[in-house]
């Protein structure tokens, strides 16, 4: 069997691997592309921007196809189609016979027919080498207009906003953004969130002309309005490649796509056409899974079988980071059909539009903006048509103390979790029941999780859920080389007295340890033992910045922070900075925790630079650890009109007590003056707030990513009451997180919440309160500066070497670029 | 594969344990671990070809399923010490492998037959 591919993009790549994967006989198989590249992941291209290379985005290197006996032919288009002669003709001028052609060229960008669109500076946004050109063009560009507020335009604008040009604008022709996924009210939360990231929305404007000699300078608009730029982005829809099907007589759609029918057949039996080249009923599908779903058709029919396409659902979600924007079922569906709730938080920036049916049992599509997490969770609801709550408003309202859109519910086995590969809610937990018990592990078996990713927090659950069906615990075991979770490993490493990875390992474990182990296990030790992290036997089980004591950075130098215990500095130390900073030629800036970082050092200068930093009194600020970092401090009593207590002192003092201590996770800590609370202490692991009656304790904060306030553990305490509950506190964390868990999530796990927290912590309901503060001031005893130890010992230092054979050599391959008169890493 | 060119590295004693240094040889840049846990040696090109770094002697040791690895301190990509390929993330290109040999306390490395069977033909070409 002859088949010929005709593209060699997403869903063309994708047929070959489902064809292959069925080994049907005396299968020859011949794949044309018109670009250089092998098939890449265009849906995740923008990333391309973000640092992803060429190989990241390949779906299969080049080695692969010849390995599967794929003949692949690059760079050379078919320009012709002999039905008759069942015969086709590339660029090069390679005639192959085929006994069956698929089609799947894909789209191209739709570009308007506005005058001046050939200027020098107007750009497409559709395969990596426009995005090579947009990037050329990008660093001479001060500002940047996208034609299209589409799904794509949306992604190009903030692909421009990434390539550093500050002044972004977005063009749409209809009244709202997105016209086809989100309504008025979305649309105007939408175009705020843009404004916030620096991207400026017109809607209504139709672009007239593109103004400029050569290059262009600007767009006019049919109102007569004029918006200077220096560069275009068309991203005004897509046109379905069908010109070589119209030319060998094949059936068009009158806005362009080639025909098929139910088994992606066009008008000639032995054609086939896929993915975004293809209409079906009328509906051209601009989305890889529905793509993915007719390469399936084809192969199924290719062997014999009787599989359809039936259309796809539809609803979306964009990619943009930071911003939610999504649209399930029919988001329009209105007045006499349905029944729309609409809930519009201006001040959050939250829209949420649920439509049901009159009857109010079943779900009929919707729209978020602002915040999409329950967008899985409606979307399944919506596709499997499952019951909702009496009270719709609850999928879409957090309600209550412990809220969640909490109707928990659940999936057919039928449900499709993840749709660009096509895994159904059974197929996953039929690999878990077979022995496929991690993500990871699902993952490879059924595919679930390896294309958009969007679908992982289902996969996630709907696995626990199914262990849990086998009666089996889930717990959360380190990894492959230890058998037990973090806490039972600290009760044991503590209980037989072992102070090394080896000997953990050899005690407790199996195998040779691993990138996840290893810090685990070094986080642990030094917990308990708060021996110097740097011994010859734990040094090199620590990651690499607990290894050479230092941040590492992009280009492989390191940054220097030392500790400004309360962000309290006195001019001599300031100056000895700077000194340090110049000497060494490092570039300097404020941290976001009140002290000063020095980055770009050479790993040969660390020693060197610390040694100056000791002598002038500073040590270590732990920045590399999972360790206390700092506790910022307003400026309290001393000077501030409102200060209730000197919260730099105690900031002070707190700093110094902790300062070394090793946990699951960094520990930020912050102490304000009163409650205006210039500090931030709610936003810290812990933080303290001055009251009339003495201080505040709070717990729990974070900021990261999912920002979470602190909660009030215990009131108006004095000092000495404040520190052992912070003793307490912080040791029965180190105790019972795992790894890398930061202690908001800890408490976000933990049964009972802040209550029990509380009662451990206050009323030691658990009667640990007095081992708790004596392993607390063990490690308070033992500390010591890990930099002053590492200059004074020769053994130790001889490690800050970049070439073992050539000790006073500094790694030559590390290069720096200038900007605003520093130096920075230069890029990857 | 052409004839054996042992370089000389350093020696023994000089060796972190469980860990890497790295090997200046000319302008290439060169791992070497000694894998004390499993008394065994391994070297590989110090640059991580995920971001074109020269890291991969600073990177952890360790073991997956019985097979040596080297973990790569940036973006945790780890690499099978045997030959080379990359063990959780099919699209990155393999590291090149060296042999190792330990006579009288130095180690010495074989600079000439670089052992790269999966380096795959296509090379990155970003600006
Ligand atoms: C330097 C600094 C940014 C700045 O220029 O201001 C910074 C720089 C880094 N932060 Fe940060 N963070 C800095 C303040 C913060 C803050 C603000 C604060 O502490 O008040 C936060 C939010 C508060 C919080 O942690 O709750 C913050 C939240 C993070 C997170 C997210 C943590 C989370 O719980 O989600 C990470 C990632 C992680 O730790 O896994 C992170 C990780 C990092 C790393 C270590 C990334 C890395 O692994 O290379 C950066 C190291 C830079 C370097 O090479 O030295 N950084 N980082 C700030 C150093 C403060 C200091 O003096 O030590
Ligand atoms: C920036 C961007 C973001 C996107 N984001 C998403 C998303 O989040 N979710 C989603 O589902 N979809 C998204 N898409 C759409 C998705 O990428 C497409 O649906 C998918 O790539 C379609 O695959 P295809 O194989 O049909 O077409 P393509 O990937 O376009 O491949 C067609 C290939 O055929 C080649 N070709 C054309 N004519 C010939 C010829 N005569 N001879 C040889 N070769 C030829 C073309 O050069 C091209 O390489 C996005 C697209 C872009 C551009
Ligand atoms: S927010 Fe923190 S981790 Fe992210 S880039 Fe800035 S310094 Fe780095
Ligand atoms: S540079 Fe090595 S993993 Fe990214």
Redesign the interface.
């Known amino acids: 069997m002859k088949v010929i591919v005709i593209g060699n993009g997403m869903v063309g790549q994708k047929f070959c691997e489902k064809l292959i994967a069925k080994k049907p006989e005396q299968l020859e198989l011949t794949v044309f592309g018109e670009e250089t590249l092998p098939a890449y992941d265009r849906v995740h291209l923008s990333e391309y921007f973000a640092g992803k290379t060429v190989q990241d985005l390949c779906m299969k290197p080049m080695g692969w196809y010849p390995e599967n006996g794929i003949n692949l032919h690059l760079g050379d288009p078919i320009v012709e189609i002999d039905r008759s002669n069942k015969t086709v003709t590339s660029f090069d001028g390679k005639q192959l016979a085929y006994d069956y052609l698929v089609l799947a060229t894909g789209s191209a960008a739709f570009v308007p027919s506005i005058s001046g669109v050939d200027k020098q500076g107007v750009f497409v946004y559709r395969t990596i080498e426009d995005l090579n050109l947009i990037w050329r063009h990008a660093k001479v560009a001060r500002s940047a207009v996208v034609i299209g507020g589409g799904l794509l335009g949306l992604e190009a604008a903030k692909a421009c906003l990434d390539l550093g040009i500050k002044d972004t604008h977005v063009i749409e022709f209809a009244p709202r953004l997105m016209p086809r996924q989100i309504d008025e009210g979305g649309s105007y939360i939408l175009s705020q969130k843009l404004k916030a990231l620096g991207i400026t929305t017109h809607t209504t404007k139709n672009t007239a002309v593109i103004l400029g000699n050569e290059t262009i300078t600007g767009l006019m608009f049919a109102d007569g309005s004029i918006l200077s730029t220096d560069m275009l982005v068309i991203s005004a829809g897509i046109k379905p490649r069908d010109e070589l099907a119209k030319k060998c007589g094949l059936h068009t759609g009158h806005r362009g796509g080639i025909i098929v029918n139910e088994h992606m057949q066009t008008n000639d039996p032995s054609v086939y056409a896929i993915g975004e080249c293809a209409v079906y009923e009328g509906m051209v599908y601009g989305l890889v899974a529905p793509g993915y779903d007719m390469a399936e058709v084809v192969v199924n029919k290719l062997i014999g079988g009787t599989k359809t396409f039936t259309g796809f659902d539809m609803s979306t979600k964009l990619k943009l980071i930071g911003i939610d924007v999504a649209s399930f079922g029919d988001p329009f569906i209105a007045d006499e059909d349905a029944r729309s709730i609409i809930y519009h938080d201006n001040h959050n920036s939250v829209y949420k539009r649920i439509n049901v049916s009159n009857d109010g049992k079943t779900l009929l599509g919707g729209i978020l903006v602002g915040d999409a997490e329950a967008y899985n969770q409606l979307q399944q609801i919506c596709v499997n048509k499952l019951a909702i709550p009496p009270s719709p408003v609850d999928l879409i309202v957090k309600r209550g103390k412990d809220g969640g859109t909490g109707t928990s519910f659940e999936l057919p086995d039928s449900a499709l979790i993840c749709s660009c590969e096509g895994v159904s809610k059974l197929t996953i937990s039929e690999a878990v029941n077979a022995g496929n018990e991690s993500f990871d592990a699902v993952k490879k078996c059924t595919g679930a999780g390896s294309g958009c990713g969007g679908c992982t927090p289902m996969v996630k659950d709907i696995i626990a859920a199914t262990l849990k069906k086998q009666g089996k615990i889930i717990r959360n075991v380190v990894c492959e080389h230890f058998n037990y979770s973090r806490q039972e490993l600290y009760d044991l490493v503590k209980l037989k007295n072992l102070h090394s990875f080896d000997e953990v390992l050899d005690t407790l474990g199996s195998g040779d340890g691993c990138e996840v182990c290893r810090p685990a296990v070094s986080s642990i030790l030094a917990s308990l033992w708060n021996d110097l992290i740097i011994k010859k036997e734990n040094a090199t089980s620590q990651d690499t910045n607990d290894r050479f004591l230092a941040n590492i950075q992009k280009g492989g130098t390191y940054s220097v922070v030392p500790r400004v215990p309360g962000g309290e500095i006195t001019p001599d130390k300031l100056i000895a900075i700077g000194q340090v900073a110049k000497k060494y030629n490092l570039y300097t800036k404020i941290t976001g925790g009140q002290r000063i970082d020095l980055f770009g050092a050479h790993l040969n200068d660390l020693p060197l630079i610390w040694e100056e930093l000791i002598a002038a009194g500073f040590e270590s600020g732990h920045a590399y650890g999972k360790a206390l970092r700092t506790v910022k401090s307003c400026v309290g009593s001393t000077w501030c009109r409102f200060g209730l207590h000197d919260s730099v002192s105690f900031a002070i003092e707190i700093e110094n007590r902790y300062k070394g201590l090793r946990a699951p996770h960094k520990i930020k800590s912050a102490v304000s003056g009163c409650i205006r609370e210039c500090a931030e202490a709610q936003s810290k692991d812990f933080g303290i707030i001055a009251t009339e009656k003495g201080w505040n304790l709070f717990v729990c904060g974070n900021g990261g990513s999912k920002p979470q306030h602190a909660l009030l553990l215990a009131a108006d305490v004095d000092s000495a009451t404040c520190i052992k509950y912070i003793d307490r506190f912080l040791m029965f964390y180190i105790k019972t997180a795992d790894p890398l868990t930061r202690t908001a999530t800890w408490l976000n796990k933990m049964e009972g919440g802040i209550d029990y927290l509380r009662n451990v912590v206050l009323h030691d309901s658990l009667g640990i309160a007095a081992e708790l503060e004596a392993e607390m001031q063990l490690l308070v005893d033992h500390y010591e500066c890990e930099w002053k130890k590492a200059v004074e010992t020769p053994e130790l230092r001889k490690r800050f070497t970049h070439f073992i054979n050539a000790p006073e050599t500094k790694d030559p391959t590390i290069a720096f670029e200038t900007l605003r008169e520093q130096k920075k890493a230069a890029g990857w | 594969m052409t004839e054996n060119n042992w370089i ?3 020696n023994v004693a ?11 040889y000319g ?1 290439e ?1 060169i791992a ?1 671990y000694y ?4 008394d065994e040696w391994y070297a590989t090109q110090n640059l991580c070809p995920h ?5 991969l002697s ?9 097979e ?2 080297v ?1 790569c ?2 973006h ?1 990509k ?1 690499f099978s010490l045997t030959d080379g390929h990359c063990m959780n993330d099919e ?3 393999a590291i090149k492998i060296y042999p190792v040999k330990i006579q009288d306390g130095a180690v010495f490395i074989d600079v000439a037959s670089i052992y790269s069977s999966l380096i ?3 090379e ?4």
Do not use: I
């Open positions: 000389y590295a350093c000089d060796m972190p344990h469980n860990g890497g240094v790295c090997v200046q302008t840049q070497l894998f004390t846990h499993r971001r074109q770094q020269m890291a600073r990177g952890m040791l360790g073991s997956s399923l019985g040596p690895k973990a301190p940036f945790k780890t699209a990155c290109a795959t033909s296509y990155q070409e970003k600006m």
